[in-house]
């Protein structure tokens, strides 16, 4: 760590500013779509509404555990952070947050929401969301999103994870449709991130991370998005197949879908930065819209 980063993480500083700091590093945005999906997961389970006790702490301790991977993310690549528009005010990488507060904030969270799923939930959700604990805080941060331009088709696992944590955590098994959840945001995720990838490529260049548009260019980078949309619309059919929804949730998804297409196919064939930043929010949106909508059927 440079001398100046590491003066700042020596200056005492009040405590509850660096719980503030330290709540920053979990990501709550990111992490409130994560528990969103899982939620998604846990009523869709159910034929009715979930048990209220059951639902609270499943929801707490897989926010407790997302949270604390993310705190770890940002531990990791703190260097790298400080070196991207987009991360460098993240308390690591200003060094307003020190290596050993990290740890110790993120293995209390992180062991406080394994334990809160293993007590009052069951043990297959413990385990699963420890599996995706490591998945995403150290094969794809430490492994996966230095070496290879694969990186987010792979580590993507990890962040698909949440409504199959949810279903467990109602049934406490793995069925087809909680794999079919987990399809859906593993195919989403790629086209997701390389909107963002694609206008953030000189960061990315610069911090020396081989993503996509880095190491193989804009193009082929938009027609592997597009692509993956294509698989994606086939994906999100397969709940109206399987008897989890009905038409309602089908004709909300189909318009959903030709929407991204078009998004995809428009950056393919006429790349803008501009447009990949409105790709990459309409990409949060697509997949908030389609867990909302999957709820909203069940109950209809």
């Not at 005492?12 to 719980?19: A, D, E």
């Not at 279903?167 to 790629?190: K, Q, R």
């Not at 929804?245 to 089908?250: K, R």
């Not at 389609?290 to 059927?297: E, M, P, Q, R, S």
Request: net charge positive; aromatic share 12%.
């Amino acid at each position: 760590m440079p001398a100046t980063l590491r003066d700042q993480a020596n200056t005492p500083r009040p405590f509850v500013q660096r719980l503030a700091d330290f709540f920053a590093l979990c990501k709550p945005r990111v992490n409130s779509l994560i528990v969103f999906t899982a939620m998604i997961g846990m009523f869709l389970s159910s034929p009715d509404f979930p048990p209220l006790g059951l639902f609270l702490a499943a929801s707490a301790g897989i926010a407790l555990v997302a949270g604390a991977a993310a705190a770890i993310n940002c531990l990791v690549e703190r260097t790298v952070d400080a070196l991207m528009a987009r991360t460098r005010a993240r308390p690591t990488a200003r060094g307003k947050v020190s290596v050993a507060e990290t740890l110790a904030l993120a293995s209390l969270v992180g062991g406080g929401g394994l334990w809160l799923l293993y007590a009052l939930v069951n043990p297959l959700t413990m385990w699963l969301t420890l599996a995706t604990f490591l998945g995403y805080a150290v094969i794809y941060t430490l492994l996966l999103k230095p070496a290879t331009p694969m990186n987010i088709v792979i580590g993507g696992a990890s962040g698909a994870m949440p409504p199959l944590l949810g279903w467990a955590a109602m049934t406490g098994n793995v069925g087809p449709e909680a794999l079919v959840l987990f399809l859906i945001i593993f195919i989403w995720t790629p086209p997701h991130f390389w909107a963002l990838a694609c206008y953030r490529r000189e960061d990315y260049a610069k911090a020396g991370l081989p993503m996509l548009p880095v190491t193989h260019g804009i193009k082929l980078t938009c027609l592997h998005s597009l692509l993956y949309v294509v698989m994606l619309t086939g994906a999100t059919v397969l709940p109206y197949t399987l008897g989890m929804s009905g038409p309602w949730y089908l004709a909300v998804v189909l318009v959903l879908d030709a929407i991204f297409l078009a998004y995809t196919f428009a950056l393919w064939r006429n790349y803008s930065d501009g447009l990949a930043r409105r790709t990459f929010r309409w990409s949060i949106i697509y997949l908030t819209l389609l867990f909302a909508a999957l709820l909203a059927d069940h109950f209809i």
